[in-house]
T-cell receptor, first 109, second 115 residues
Framework: GENVEQHPSTLSVQEGDSAVIKCTYS??????FPWYKQELGKRPQLIID?????GEKKDQRIAVTLNKTAKHFSLHITETQPEDSAVYFC????????FGSGTQLTVLP | DAGVIQSPRHEVTEMGQEVTLRCKPI?????LFWYRQTMMRGLELLIY????????DSGMPEDRFSAKMPNASFSTLKIQPSEPRDSAVYFC?????????????FGPGTRLTVL
């Protein structure tokens, strides 16, 4: 299956600062890259996704960028708030979706 | 729509007992996925179905695990006999189309504890 590497595994930022999480994938044919947020004790939920025909997508404070040449994509969260604290997973498909190992984001007040 | 429904939400059992987890996908979704989540191994795909047919069960850890989808609105994941190392959160997810191009919607999960 797809090999998806995600970094960092943990990330702490001050409230109001930006957070960036990066993922790399191995299959150049992959064309759909979702990001999921999982709050403590809850289910993973899609927060944003990007397809390979665009390089960037924004939704309010969240953005995702894609570099197909380098085979990596990143999640950017601006003006972080305490409710952004969660585990974030990237995913990339080859056959079925393969998830990264997750990033525990902590937003410090 | 109520989303993906899973039951039970919590299950505590003793080693050697049979455990059955249940899932109802979102109506109209053609794909159903079973995942296991642990701190050590993260989110692992166990098996997925397309139109009730198992497509890939390579993630099923061993013969103690089995999954069925008798119809479009119901699936089960069974562990027999259960072992302490099976303790994890088991998620069911569904998607309208293949996950390589479409969003997966997760259920609330079943937290399994095997004593």
């Amino acid at each position: 299956g797809e090999n998806v590497e995600q970094h960092p595994s943990t990330l702490s930022v001050q409230e109001g600062d930006s957070a960036v999480i990066k993922c790399t994938y191995s299959d150049s044919a992959s064309n759909y890259f979702p990001w999921y947020k999982q709050e403590l004790g809850k289910r993973p939920q899609l927060i944003i996704d990007i397809r390979s025909n665009v390089g960037e997508k924004k939704d309010q404070r969240i953005a995702v960028t894609l570099n197909k040449t380098a085979k990596h994509f990143s999640l950017h969260i601006t003006e972080t708030q305490p409710e952004d604290s969660a585990v974030y997973f990237c995913a990339a498909p080859k056959g079925q979706l393969t998830f990264g190992s997750g990033t525990q984001l902590t937003v410090l007040p | 729509d109520a989303g993906v429904i899973q039951s039970p939400r919590h299950e505590v059992t003793e080693m050697g007992q049979e455990v059955t987890l249940r899932c109802k996908p979102i109506s109209g979704h053609d794909y159903l996925f079973w995942y296991r989540q642990t701190m050590m191994r993260g989110l692992e795909l166990l098996i997925y179905f397309n139109n009730n047919v198992p497509i890939d069960d390579s993630g099923m850890p061993e013969d103690r695990f089995s999954a069925k989808m008798p119809n479009a609105s119901f699936s089960t994941l069974k562990i027999q006999p259960s072992e302490p190392r099976d303790s994890a959160v088991y998620f069911c997810a569904s998607s309208l189309r293949h996950s390589s191009t479409d969003t997966q919607y997760f259920g609330p999960g079943t937290r399994l504890t095997v004593l």
